[in-house]
């Protein structure tokens, strides 16, 4: 049996670290097809089962054997359930009447719910926009004049402030989760969505997301139309004499606009990738001139080029 006596089996603030610790470090050791997290969320309650049951073998057997059913959810917020578990486990084995059956099923009926909401804040909001934020930090440039790649440099800040970032808002994230789980147990997850707060919280970013996304694309995002009309005796410059006479950068709108509705007709993501993938490789084609010969030129030999003379940059 227990050394601890029954109905005096508290978890510690050291016990909820380390599984809080164990969760974050380790949700996705040993992930398969089988169980999914199953193992993860198993490793992260060991600290607990012992509290709970480290002198009684065949209780620490069964409640390990408890947490070894199939178990997946979003690491971050769906840490609620490893708090709102842990309150279970306890009242459990202070005698409380809860059954393997009723922690499983909160389990299984909060890892969908809080996997979808995680998702569209993380990896839908946040992530993009973290990388979006160290992409245009890092800022690449080419010094190049020689037609290799010894000329390219970049800002070093962007790939390390992406990695601390990322960083605090997991870690942050998953350690208020799994806290607030603990301490508020299921009332937590029922008030938050009755409040309709996620809702409110994953509009706000989508919309901080899209302005900077649109910002970026503006940025990062060329085309050139580098072949000419002839019109009469005079040869118009389709891009320079025409469009960006319009406006500058309508290509790169245009083209997000028409990627944005034709993905909302249904276009799979990969699908739309390969043709824009086989138009670049057809665009880049040198059929209307001379190829280019250094990684400087802007040859406007193919309809997708950088429009400009061909030439030696060494000559220059």
Same mark, same amino acid.
């Given at each position: 049996?227990? /050394? !601890?006596?029954?109905?005096?089996?508290? %978890?510690?603030?050291?016990? +909820?670290?380390?599984?809080? #610790? *164990?969760?974050?470090?380790?949700?996705?050791?040993?992930?398969?097809?089988?169980?999914?997290?199953?193992?993860?969320?198993?490793?992260?309650?060991?600290?607990?089962?012992?509290?709970?049951?480290?002198?009684?073998?065949?209780?620490?057997?069964?409640?390990?054997?408890?947490?070894?059913?199939?178990?997946?959810?979003?690491?971050?917020?769906?840490?609620?359930?490893?708090?709102?578990?842990?309150?279970?486990?306890?009242?459990?084995?202070?005698?409380?009447?809860?059954?393997?059956?009723?922690?499983?099923?909160?389990?299984?009926?909060?890892?969908?719910?809080?996997?979808?909401?995680?998702?569209?804040?993380?990896?839908?909001?946040?992530?993009?926009?973290?990388?979006?934020?160290?992409?245009?930090?890092?800022?690449?440039?080419?010094? /190049? !004049?020689?037609?290799?790649?010894?000329? %390219?440099?970049?800002?070093? +800040?962007?790939?390390?402030? #992406? *990695?601390?970032?990322?960083?605090?808002?997991?870690?942050?994230?998953?350690y208020f989760s799994f806290m607030q789980g603990y301490v508020q147990g299921r009332k937590l997850v029922t008030s938050v969505f009755k409040s309709g707060l996620i809702d409110r919280v994953i509009v706000g970013a989508g919309v901080l997301g899209n302005l900077v996304l649109g910002g970026l694309a503006a940025k990062f995002i060329t085309i050139y139309l580098a072949f000419d009309v002839q019109i009469g005796a005079q040869k118009v410059r389709a891009q320079q004499d025409f469009l960006d006479k319009i406006m500058p950068g309508i290509l790169p709108l245009a083209f997000v606009l028409f990627t944005w509705w034709i993905l909302k007709r249904g276009l799979h993501p990969i699908k739309l990738l390969v043709i824009y993938l086989v138009i670049c490789i057809l665009g880049a084609v040198p059929f209307m001139g001379p190829a280019p010969q250094w990684i400087t030129d802007q040859c406007g030999s193919s309809i997708l080029q950088p429009y400009g003379p061909c030439a030696d940059p060494v000559a220059k």
């Open positions: 049996m227990s /050394n !601890t006596p029954a109905g005096d089996r508290s %978890i510690t603030r050291s016990d +909820l670290l380390k599984s809080w #610790f *164990l969760w974050t470090m380790f949700s996705h050791s040993n992930y398969n097809y089988e169980r999914l997290q199953a193992t993860g969320f198993a490793h992260s309650m060991v600290p607990i089962i012992k509290r709970l049951y480290g002198g009684d073998k065949e209780a620490t057997r069964a409640a390990l054997k408890r947490h070894l059913v199939f178990f997946n959810t979003e690491p971050e917020i769906g840490a609620v359930i490893h708090g709102i578990t842990i309150a279970m486990e306890e009242e459990k084995a202070n005698g409380a009447p809860i059954t393997d059956t009723a922690i499983n099923s909160t389990k299984s009926g909060l890892m969908g719910p809080l996997a979808g909401v995680g998702d569209t804040l993380t990896q839908g909001i946040v992530l993009p926009l973290l990388l979006a934020l160290g992409i245009s930090i890092t800022g690449l440039s080419t010094t /190049n !004049t020689t037609g290799d790649l010894t000329g %390219i440099k970049g800002n070093v +800040l962007g790939p390390i402030l #992406f *990695l601390v970032l990322i960083a605090i808002y997991s870690l942050s994230l998953t």
